[in-house]
């Protein structure tokens, strides 16, 4: 089940984090996080915040979290996106995160089908994202969810330096629900 997330979530959600950034420490995985720089509990709780956090959840536990809202990051500005569309027919999906215990489940999926059903329930046409270039695992992920990688922008992503931030979008069309 995806759900808005609430105060009791927010343990799970950073333990989530911290899951991944240690994978990322270890060598096992590449997401071009930083601990202590981003993502952070500070993300989460400002994500709760404005209410755009979302946790997936099974049996009682939180397997992942994903930030969804119409805040396009300042690079945004500069893409060459495929489509011109008002900010407020766009949706944006931010620091989706599935446990490592929960890696293969197809949870990442469900998460971004979930994105796009909420978007469309909401008035959007466009679906944007963006990621780190080195994490080639969401890349190949989002492409296969049909996201189309339109811009790379060499940015300083969330107190990150040295990023290239992949920008992908998906166009929903006009869309009346």
Same mark, same amino acid.
């Given at each position: 089940?995806?759900?808005?997330? *609430?105060?009791?979530?927010? /343990?799970?959600? *950073? ?10 420490? /270890? ?18 709780? /400002?994500?709760?915040?404005? @209410? ?16 969804? $809202? ?12 495929? &489509? ?9 999906? &931010? ?26 329930? &909401? ?9 780190? @270039? ?13 996201? @189309? ?14 990023? $290239?931030?992949?920008?992908? @979008?998906?166009?929903?069309? /006009?869309?009346?629900?």
């Amino acid at each position: 089940m995806i759900r808005k997330a *609430v105060s009791s979530d927010l /343990d799970a959600v *950073v333990t989530i984090y911290n899951e991944i950034i240690q994978l990322q420490e /270890d060598g096992a995985i590449t997401v071009g996080w930083i601990r202590g720089v981003y993502p952070t509990r500070a993300t989460a709780e /400002d994500a709760l915040r404005r @209410e755009d956090l979302f946790v997936i959840e099974k049996d009682g536990a939180i397997l992942g979290s994903a930030i969804i $809202n119409q805040l396009q990051v300042d690079v945004y500005a500069k893409a060459k996106w495929r &489509h011109e569309v008002d900010a407020e027919k766009v949706w944006v999906l &931010h620091t989706l995160t599935i446990s490592p215990k929960a890696s293969g489940l197809g949870l990442g999926k469900q998460f971004v089908d979930f994105y796009e059903s909420y978007a469309l329930d &909401h008035g959007c046409c466009a679906l944007r994202m963006d990621t780190n @270039e080195r994490n080639l695992v969401a890349r190949k992920m989002y492409k296969k969810l049909d996201f @189309e990688e339109i811009d790379m922008v060499p940015t300083v992503f969330n107190g990150i330096p040295d990023v $290239n931030l992949v920008l992908l @979008e998906k166009y929903l069309g /006009d869309t009346e629900r």
